[in-house]
């Protein structure tokens, strides 16, 4: 070695940089598994906040067909007419351009029997509809939607099952049982009835 020189450890300057590209190693895939956790959260997250408001959505869905169900299932001879109008101003569409003709029979039988009326809902469910599924032969696909394209934000068919029990004039009580698909529809952020289908 020659004189005046500083004696030089061999791994001097391997030694720091092995050091650094270790720890930028570790640091980068630190970074990479946060960012893969902050997004994984993100996105359970926004699917938890979707299902839950799909799942208030139909349930105001339903509570809409059940409400206007319980009206029609409870008409009365003394309280047809506002009745009727009731139920009027809950439709849309096709259903509400209608009306009068749709809902005739129910009124003529109620005017015609002076018959009282009363009416609780059994059931009420959102349809689901399988396309991938054949319906059997005595099944029907539901009536294709009636609402003008960008009319309503969406319209779910809602099955509502029910049972009213009349008395006539004879006092003599007649059981009804009602199995109904209604059309509900998101009007500006109201739900009204776009379709009435009575179900056998």
């Known amino acids: 070695m020659p004189v005046g020189e500083p004696a030089r450890k061999p791994d001097d300057d391997a030694a720091p940089t092995g050091a650094c590209s270790?720890?930028?190693v570790a640091s980068a895939v630190l970074a990479v598994v946060a960012v893969a956790a902050v997004v994984l959260v993100a996105l359970i997250w926004s699917s938890h906040r979707a299902a839950v408001a799909e799942r208030d959505y139909r349930s105001h869905a339903m509570q809409a067909a059940a409400d206007w169900a319980r009206v029609l299932i409870n008409m009365n001879a003394d309280n047809v007419d506002?009745?009727?109008?009731k139920l009027h101003d809950g439709t849309v569409?096709?259903?509400n351009s209608d009306f009068e003709a749709s809902i005739e029979p129910y009124?003529?039988?109620?005017?015609t029997l002076r018959s009282r009326t009363t009416g609780q809902i059994e059931s009420v469910s959102i349809e689901a509809v399988h396309h991938d599924l054949e319906p059997q032969t005595s099944q029907r696909r539901p009536a294709p939607a009636t609402l003008p394209a960008g009319l309503a934000e969406r319209t779910d068919n809602v099955l509502v099952v029910a049972t009213s029990v009349?008395?006539?004039?004879?006092?003599k009580p007649t059981t009804v049982h009602w199995n109904l698909r209604l059309g509900v529809s998101d009007v500006d952020g109201k739900l009204m009835i776009s379709r009435l289908e009575s179900l056998r």
């Open 166 to 171: 009349s008395e006539n004039a004879s006092n």
């Open 107 to 111: 009124r003529r039988v109620v005017k």
């Open 93 to 95: 569409g096709e259903l």
């Open 22 to 24: 270790g720890y930028g």
């Open 82 to 85: 506002a009745s009727l109008q």
